[in-house]
């Protein structure tokens, strides 16, 4: 017997459309099961980053407003974070850990973005040049700073610096034994180790600024340094502030470099920097409860940067 429908619909008369939520659950479950691949990556993913990023963070958290004694542990509240503020090598920490990041700032990441630029120009060689300055990224840190501390940074004549020095007869310099020289001889090795991955990423965002835009600027009569400053800045600006927070965060974790170069703190506490104190309290003073305090404020200074950062880009994004 054939079935009659109303006119205007496919359904035959009597049957009952599904409800809307019915629908939206029966979607749902279809888009999980055309990506269960994905699913499943993007777990994995979660579980390593709940594992050996969120629960240490936590954890951390959590033992700052503790205290553990002989194996028993107890809620001190704020004690710890008042214990470290009132340490003088507090202050000095983040007064080295701050001078540190604008000295980063002013060279590390100024630099690479030159460099870039001048990588562009280039039409021949261009690979060559690429691999030269990404080259030093390859080496281990370690390997890198014991480098410039035996061989560059020598308080003799024998080392490579004080070597120049000599023979363009200016005074030479004991670098890591002078706490006036200790931060800008760490700033100039961490540049030198790092500054190739921000170099290619620069380099990147150049290539995609369109040719026209220079060529407009050159036939109204700019130079090189008004070319830069009025069509390559606005079209990287993204980019120079996104690389400006990363070395914010990088360089505020500053630890690698005083613990080779400088032996950890340095000529007079020159070189003790935040992450290098959370390491002392940790593991020479046995006061763990302390260090995750001090990460703590560190971990807030840093969210504190990121906020601002997020804050003054969402219009330009």
């Not at 033992?63 to 002989?70: D, E, G, K, V």
């Not at 470290?84 to 590390?108: E, H, M, Q, R």
């Amino acid at each position: 017997m054939a079935i009659t429908t109303v006119p205007g619909t496919t359904r035959p008369p009597g049957r009952r459309e599904p409800y809307p939520s019915t629908r939206r659950r029966a979607g749902l479950g279809r888009k999980v099961r055309d990506n269960l691949t994905g699913h499943t990556f993007l777990i994995g993913a979660v579980v390593c980053f709940a594992v050996f990023s969120w629960y240490p963070m936590v954890r951390g958290i959590v033992m700052s407003f503790q205290r553990t004694r002989r194996g028993e542990t107890t809620w001190v509240g704020w004690d710890n974070y008042t214990r470290i503020i009132d340490d003088p090598s507090f202050w000095t920490a983040w007064k080295n850990t701050f001078y540190f990041t604008v000295l980063a700032l002013v060279l590390g990441y100024l630099v690479p973005f030159f460099v870039a630029i001048l990588l562009n120009e280039f039409r021949h060689a261009r690979a060559y040049l690429r691999i030269l300055v990404y080259l030093p990224v390859m080496l281990p840190p370690a390997s890198a700073l014991f480098l410039f501390k035996f061989y560059a940074y020598d308080p003799s004549e024998a080392g490579l610096f004080n070597a120049v020095l000599a023979a363009l007869h200016l005074p030479t310099s004991e670098w890591m034994q002078s706490p006036g020289m200790t931060m800008p001889a760490m700033v100039l090795a961490s540049t030198w180790m790092n500054m190739g991955s921000a170099v290619l990423i620069y380099l990147a965002a150049l290539q995609n600024i369109p040719g026209e835009l220079y060529e407009a600027a050159e036939l109204d009569g700019a130079g090189i340094w008004r070319r830069i400053l009025h069509v390559t800045v606005p079209q990287t600006r993204l980019i120079l502030a996104l690389l400006a927070m990363l070395q914010i965060v990088a360089t505020m974790q500053l630890f690698i470099e005083p613990l080779i170069l400088a032996n950890g703190a340095g000529t007079g506490d020159s070189a003790t920097s935040v992450a290098y104190l959370i390491y002392q309290h940790g593991f020479f003073q046995n006061d763990l409860n302390g260090a995750a305090a001090l990460g703590v404020i560190m971990l807030v200074v840093l969210a504190g940067f990121s906020a601002v950062y997020v804050r003054l880009t969402a219009k330009q994004d």
